[in-house]
């Protein structure tokens, strides 16, 4: 799909997804110069677990190591919670990885850490890929997903920071992932995970709009001022 030209936009599933998605998709573009943008509550960079080296915490170590994404061109946004564990966190600093847990963007702010990490994101890299685990959100906002922390991005935050990734970024990929339809109440999470989809196809739509001429997207725009 991605050879293709197309914009691959995955729904997952568990983040195991994450290895197959993001490397068939470098690979099809430039291997060594796609980055990654990932929310999520969690690293994801695991090495075995239960004896196995592939499950959803450990993707983004897979990918990293495959070569197809590299270590210093991944941002996590939205970590938090008691894990990693020293041993992980030590091979995470050693690949260079940049992590943005939720104590920085409370304290930094959400817009300051996305205006860095896409300063990175594009040093050396032609390409992005998006990855959105729901459980990047507070449970309050998503709680059907399997592995819930408190203390995350509300929905807002989430849907208008990948409207913006979505919009200025060359975006190359995406999925979202762990959203869990069982433990879903009222389908809050479901809805949730539906508008993110919306939010960057219509983000992407608007880029290739502006791309073309005419004035610039501005979410100050009132909605009726015919543009």
Same mark, same amino acid.
């Given at each position: ?65 495959? $070569?197809?994404? @590299? ?37 930094? $702010? ?33 709680? &059907? ?6 203390? $995350? ?52 739509? @608007? ?6 001429? &005419? ?13």
């Amino acid at each position: 799909m991605a050879s293709s030209g197309a914009i691959p936009l995955v729904l997952g599933g568990d983040h195991t997804v994450a290895l197959p998605d993001a490397r068939g998709t470098a690979r099809a573009h430039a291997p060594g110069r796609t980055s990654m943008i990932h929310f999520d509550a969690h690293a994801d960079t695991g090495n075995i677990s239960f004896g196995h080296l592939y499950g959803h915490g450990q993707p983004m170590r897979r990918l990293i190591e495959s $070569g197809a994404i @590299r270590g210093d061109r991944f941002l996590q946004i939205g970590l938090r919670g008691y894990w990693p564990d020293p041993e992980t966190l030590s091979w995470m600093a050693e690949q260079n990885m940049r992590s943005y847990e939720m104590t920085e963007i409370v304290a930094r $702010g959400l817009e300051t850490c996305l205006t860095e990490a896409f300063g990175i994101a594009l040093d050396e890299c032609d390409r992005i890929f998006l990855s959105v685990d729901i459980d990047v959100c507070d449970p309050g906002h998503a709680p &059907g997903t399997g592995t819930p922390e408190p203390g $995350g991005l509300t929905a807002r935050e989430l849907l208008d920071a990948v409207r913006r990734i979505c919009y200025e970024l060359p975006v190359a990929g995406m999925e979202v992932v762990e959203v869990a339809p069982p433990y879903d109440h009222a389908d809050v999470t479901a809805f949730l995970g539906n508008r993110v989809i919306l939010e960057a196809l219509s983000a992407m739509a @608007r880029r290739r709009k502006d791309d073309e001429g &005419g004035p610039r997207w501005d979410p100050r725009q009132p909605l009726l001022d015919g543009r």
